[in-house]
């Protein structure tokens, strides 16, 4: 897999063919990943760019993805940090997700990484795997109010190298007003199957104006595949660094969102290859095109303000009917990381400890990240949150009961799965891959 994947022009990457991306993107990672191993090689210790000013004050650089909103919040969260540490002072960098990782890639491999650092789970095996990212086990970071599974998804075997700066889980998200238009029922989501996904989807669409879906097309990322796997037994990763399924196991994955098309429950290939491309206002679900849509849980609050109505959280659907049996889980959904080679580890340490645990940063960040993974400061906070945000943490205390255990943290070089996905996904649709998929064996009804 490569390494640290730019993302491609999208009118290329659907036409390409499958293989050949692949290589293009596998010398390039490469390339990446040799000039990282050449800096971690030739120096094992010191280095970092945080310096230290004449009057003691220490500088540190912070970097995050994500948009207006988030920079507001963060700087916030930053300005009460520097009110009770005054000889400590955050410099912010930020940016959109497209650009963030070539830019952390670059930073890594000329050794001017940022002191404190935004970390998906796609990325942060990579990284503490080669040396980039501090151990942060071994500084005052109280983990003692964190939930458990979000806090092992920082660990590896380099130690804890990122702390959850909040919680998500997979959903389904349901534009009620497309369902009231259509005349169809909202589903009871303790109960329902795949093939009640498929029947009321179809529906909605057989009742609304041409160009109204009854749900966006899966396939455009890991997390509905991973939810899949494990409700067939199977696993997007092993422990061990492996993938956990076989080709069969996505073959019938696909093989039912081929169906889906078919009954025109969801867009048209190239209608959803045009709405990959749509920022998140301007998606199906906002814009009441689409009934049901899949979205993490803290995605909620942002596209229930641009639909300007109410959306509804639904689980999973399941094989047997039973959400015991949904197999959904907490995700960190980034986490806080620090480079092995920062010069102010202690401070950065504090800072980190502050985000993760201070009530003014919660008042501060409140749930932009997702729920606050902090037990303590999620109580707190929570008359300052937004009903929508308010819904999420409901939702998110509503399935604990019924989550599966924690999928296998995703190794090397996983950052490029969900392009992966996307690029087969859009062959599937557009009817250019179809040997290997299994006949579904009992039809939609």
Not at 77 to 82: C, G, H, L, P, V
Not at 126 to 144: F, M, N
Not at 421 to 442: C, D, H, N, Q, W
Request: hydrophobic letters at 40%; proline letters at 6%.
């Amino acid at each position: 897999m490569p390494l640290f994947p730019r993302p491609a022009n999208a009118a290329k990457k659907h036409a390409e063919a499958p293989n050949a991306g692949a290589r293009r993107r596998s010398r390039k990672a490469g390339a990446v990943a040799a000039a990282i191993a050449a800096v971690m090689a030739l120096s094992a210790c010191g280095g970092g760019a945080a310096p230290q000013n004449a009057d003691g004050t220490v500088e540190l650089r912070f970097s995050w993805w994500g948009g207006d909103k988030r920079a507001q919040l963060t700087q916030e969260a930053i300005k009460q940090f520097e009110a009770e540490n005054p000889k400590i002072k955050i410099k912010p960098e930020f940016g959109d997700w497209s650009g963030y990782w070539d830019k952390l890639a670059t930073q890594v491999a000329a050794n001017d990484a940022p002191d404190i650092i935004q970390m998906d789970e796609k990325y942060i095996t990579e990284y503490s795997s080669r040396g980039a990212l501090l151990d942060l086990s071994k500084y005052d970071i109280d983990t003692s109010k964190l939930d458990e599974a979000a806090l092992n998804a920082g660990k590896g075997a380099k130690g804890l190298t990122g702390i959850a700066a909040g919680i998500n889980a997979a959903t389904i998200l349901a534009n009620p007003a497309v369902f009231q238009a259509a005349g169809v029922p909202l589903p009871d989501d303790t109960k329902w199957t795949w093939d009640d996904f498929g029947r009321i989807a179809a529906e909605i669409t057989a009742k609304s104006p041409k160009g109204t879906y009854g749900a966006a097309a899966y396939g455009t990322d890991e997390a509905s595949l991973g939810v899949w796997l494990r409700q067939n037994g199977k696993s997007l990763y092993t422990s061990d660094g492996k993938l956990g399924f076989e080709p069969s196991d996505i073959s019938e994955w696909w093989a039912f969102l081929k169906e889906l098309s078919q009954k025109k429950a969801v867009p048209s290939a190239s209608e959803v290859v045009e709405a990959e491309a749509a920022p998140l206002d301007q998606s199906g679900l906002a814009t009441g095109k689409n009934g049901m849509a899949f979205w993490w849980s803290n995605q909620a609050p942002a596209l229930e303000k641009a639909s300007g109505g109410d959306l509804k959280i639904l689980r999973f659907p399941t094989k047997t009917g039973s959400a015991a049996d949904s197999e959904l889980w907490y995700k960190a959904s980034q986490f806080w990381s620090a480079s092995s080679r920062t010069k102010h580890p202690q401070e950065t340490a504090k800072f980190i400890n502050f985000l993760t645990n201070n009530v003014k940063a919660g008042e501060a960040l409140l749930a932009d990240r997702g729920v606050y993974p902090n037990s303590d400061v999620r109580a707190a906070i929570q008359p300052k949150l937004t009903p929508a945000d308010v819904k999420v943490v409901k939702f998110i205390d509503q399935i604990k009961d019924e989550l599966g255990e924690a999928p296998a943290p995703p190794p090397k070089g996983a950052g490029a799965i969900q392009e992966i996905i996307k690029r087969y996904t859009s062959e599937v649709l557009f009817e250019r891959l179809s040997r290997g998929m299994p006949a579904r064996r009992r039809p939609m009804r």
